[in-house]
């Protein structure tokens, strides 16, 4: 169906999530502009109807490297948000933001990202959140261990996409050389972060789901840690 369309069809290692393909991807894209979606994710009316408009424009200001949308919350047959949660990069200008392909982790833009207030709907069979998600699937263990490992490195040692640092962004710096100290209080500040967003987006407030992100922060942590003390022991 790709070719059909005259697209191209590639197929790489399996890597657990799709960001370590990503600076491959971008590097045979025919365009600066990259929609990012997933299979189980649409864009809304709006985002359609702006996305052509975008396509048709003029090129945005030098300084923005993408937008962000709404992606709301789903209970495996509806919708339980509307405006929570924002910050879903949805379009990025690949020659304006540098990125290393590690799971879970985001381009790092040379200047911002731009909010739209569009929605990209994102509707599995399943919740798309909670304390399951983080805890019982095999999937969310996988990534967990995929990004730990990758933690015992340097980003030089990922694919790289306009990424020529062997330094970590802060966040990440810092869980490798305190990752208990900086898993605890990612907990504590992403939880109340979390409720606080909620509230200000005029949502309800939902307690145990709001828990789900922080309690992944601190596993992954966890797992740096274990991983970590078994490499210090085999040396």
């Not at 040379?110 to 739209?116: R, T, V």
């Not at 980003?155 to 869980?175: A, E, T, V």
């Not at 490798?176 to 500040?189: A, C, D, K, Q």
Request: charged share 20%; aromatic share 14%; net charge positive.
């Amino acid at each position: 169906m790709v070719v059909r369309h005259g697209g191209r069809f590639f197929e790489g290692p399996r890597c657990f999530q799709q960001e370590p393909h990503w600076p491959f991807a971008w590097s045979q894209a025919q365009h600066d502009w990259i929609f990012r979606l997933d299979a189980d994710e649409f864009p809304s009316t709006s985002m359609k109807t702006w996305l052509q408009s975008f396509r048709a424009g003029p090129e945005p200001a030098s300084d923005i490297s993408g937008f962000t949308g709404i992606w709301p919350l789903w209970d495996g047959t509806r919708a339980v948000t509307r405006h929570w949660p924002p910050g879903r990069i949805f379009l990025i200008q690949r020659q304006r933001a540098r990125f290393f392909g590690m799971a879970e982790n985001t381009p790092v833009p040379d200047g911002h990202y731009q909010p739209s207030g569009l929605t990209l709907h994102h509707q599995p069979m399943r919740k798309s959140y909670g304390m399951r998600n983080v805890f019982c699937r095999k999937q969310a263990a996988a990534w967990r261990l995929v990004i730990a490992t990758g933690l015992l490195g340097t980003p030089s040692d990922l694919p790289r996409w306009r990424w020529g640092s062997r330094d970590w962004p802060d966040f990440w710096k810092n869980l490798r050389e305190r990752p208990l100290r900086t898993g605890i209080y990612s907990f504590v500040r992403g939880y109340l972060t979390t409720l606080r967003d909620q509230w200000r987006a005029g949502e309800r407030i939902l307690p145990w789901t709001s828990l789900a992100g922080p309690c992944h922060h601190l596993l992954i942590a966890l797992c740096y840690c274990r991983l970590r003390l078994r490499s210090s022991t085999k040396s």
